[in-house]
Nanobody, 117 residues
Framework: QVQLVESGGGLVQAGGSLRLSCAASISISFINTMGWYRQAPGKQRELVAVTGSRGSTNYADSVKGRFTISRDVAKNIVYLQMNSLKPEDIAVYYC???????????WGQGTQVTVSS
């Protein structure tokens, strides 16, 4: 079992920055893949960024160059640094972990990000 708790969402003006945090209940060095997804109103949940245990990263085209995903293994936290935020980034952001032999999906409760234009 893995519990994920997100924090850091909020309201920011367009062009501003936020940093989301995802705290895991186990050592993230044991988790192969961790990522951030988002779901805007009326839309399906979509991948924002993922990071592998060896430091690889992958981003959605819409956030490349603006968002950065990183891991702090000592703190068991995965961050999503979001810069140059746009109104189209408005969504609930969810932390995800793939863990275990079967790579079961674990999700956090989500954190709201709102960008005012």
């Amino acid at each position: 079992q893995v519990q994920l708790v997100e924090s850091g969402g909020g309201l920011v003006q367009a062009g501003g920055s936020l940093r989301l945090s995802c705290a895991a209940s186990i050592s993230i060095s044991f988790i192969n893949t961790m990522g951030w997804y988002r779901q805007a109103p009326g839309k399906q949940r979509e991948l924002v960024a993922v990071t592998g245990s060896r430091g690889s990263t992958n981003y959605a085209d819409s956030v490349k160059g603006r968002f950065t995903i990183s891991r702090d293994v000592a703190k068991n936290i995965v961050y999503l640094q979001m810069n140059s935020l746009k109104p189209e980034d408005i969504a609930v952001y969810y932390c995800n972990a793939l863990y275990g032999l079967n790579e079961r999906d674990y999700w956090g409760q989500g954190t709201q990000v709102t960008v005012s234009s």
